[in-house]
């Protein structure tokens, strides 16, 4: 049996943590034993992962990248699990599986870079580039990210691999649930509803601050439209105080933190993410398999997910205005939101769903076992 350890920062509610867990609900545990380190743990993802039989062991905070009490901690793990390969993802994970793995000679390191490192220093990069020379393979999840490892940091190529994210296919939701939902929130029959997805932790990330201005400049065209927004987080009520001051907040529905994020999509007629900076964009994957059009910028690798005039529209971010601009097309042309929506679900299903990251990764796991003569029984 090989025996993975995955390592990262937080295990919240986040898109590393959902991949862990499509990881620990579809890889073959005849042959592969998974275990994860983490610093800290919230929400129940950690709970629904352990239900799949994957232990995760949360060590406590980081002092500093080189906290050696921590590292020390990570070690021992090591000794007793064994693993075969090591995977870190997020700074924090690449971090302890790069020196850990190197120290205790684990036969397989591999690490993940799942953001868009856009405003990453000089001394970031030069890190991640020594992390990636203790290291057999980096992923990279869209290829805006393979872009960066390439161009930014110029790493061997041979060492960089493109693994997609990927997202579970929606559920099946009746009729009823739609209208019971629909009446509970006030959205009526006839309402375009223009939707969103994300925690609200930053607006200097998301921007949902540009969305919100941007809706107010549709409702001077479009009476009977809504504005869904799904998520929490501390940015919240400066949100709902920006939909006051723009007089919209009789339009503005903010729903809080949802588990079952399926049944809102289905609410949706349209998708916005405008994000300053996204690595990959997994709530663009999921609204494409509700069949949503999809409003997005150009950055990261959303500009490589939405194809734009295809599958949705692309805009610079920031552009309040051009974003206005594209949700009034939309709005406007029911049969273009059709086409889009149609469109989108064919490229996610191809490309982004669960079982295919699973198996892309699980044949990444493979090429590097037999790199390094570790035969799977």
Request: net charge positive; glycine share 8%; proline share 2%.
């Amino acid at each position: 049996m090989i025996r993975i350890l995955h390592i990262q920062e937080t295990m919240g509610s986040g898109g590393v943590e959902r991949l862990r867990l499509s990881l620990s609900k579809l890889l073959d545990k005849d042959k592969y034993e998974l275990k994860i380190i983490c610093t800290h743990t919230g929400g129940s993802i950690k709970e629904e992962i352990e239900k799949e039989g994957t232990e995760v062991i949360a060590i406590g905070q980081f002092k500093g990248i080189f906290d050696y009490k921590k590292h020390r901690e990570v070690q021992k793990i090591i000794n007793t699990f064994q693993p075969h390969i090591i995977h870190g993802a997020v700074f924090e994970g690449v971090t302890m599986a790069a020196i850990n793995g190197y120290i205790k000679k684990v036969p397989v390191i591999l690490l993940e870079e799942t953001s868009d490192p856009k405003n990453r220093s000089w001394k970031g990069n030069l890190l991640m580039k020594f992390f990636v020379k203790l290291s057999d393979a980096i992923i990279g999840v869209s290829p805006g990210v393979v872009d960066y490892l390439e161009n930014t940091l110029k790493l061997p190529k041979h060492k960089i691999f493109l693994v997609n994210n990927g997202v579970v296919l929606p559920r099946e939701i009746s009729r009823t649930e739609i209208a019971e939902l629909k009446v509970s929130l006030g959205i009526n029959s006839n309402d375009i509803v223009i939707g969103s997805v994300g925690r609200m932790l930053q607006d200097e990330h998301k921007r949902f601050s540009d969305l919100i201005k941007a809706f107010a400049i549709v409702c001077k065209t479009h009476s009977n439209v809504k504005l869904l927004l799904v998520g929490s987080g501390p940015e919240v009520e400066k949100y709902k105080k920006l939909s006051k001051e723009l007089t919209i907040s009789d339009k503005v529905i903010f729903t809080g933190y949802q588990s079952d994020v399926t049944l809102y999509y289905r609410l949706m007629n349209i998708f916005v993410l405008v994000s300053a900076y996204e690595a990959f964009g997994l709530v663009l994957a999921e609204a494409m398999l509700s069949k949503l059009p999809v409003v997005a910028t150009k950055v990261g690798g959303m500009k490589y997910i939405v194809d734009d005039t295809k599958t949705g529209f692309l805009v610079k971010p920031f552009d309040v205005n051009a974003i206005a601009e594209k949700l009034n097309v939309l709005c406007f042309d029911e049969e273009l939101r059709t086409n889009f929506g149609n469109n989108g679900f064919t490229k996610a299903i191809a490309n982004y769903t669960e079982k295919q990251y699973v198996n892309n990764l699980f044949t990444l796991y493979q090429k590097l076992l037999k790199k390094n003569k570790i035969q799977v029984q």
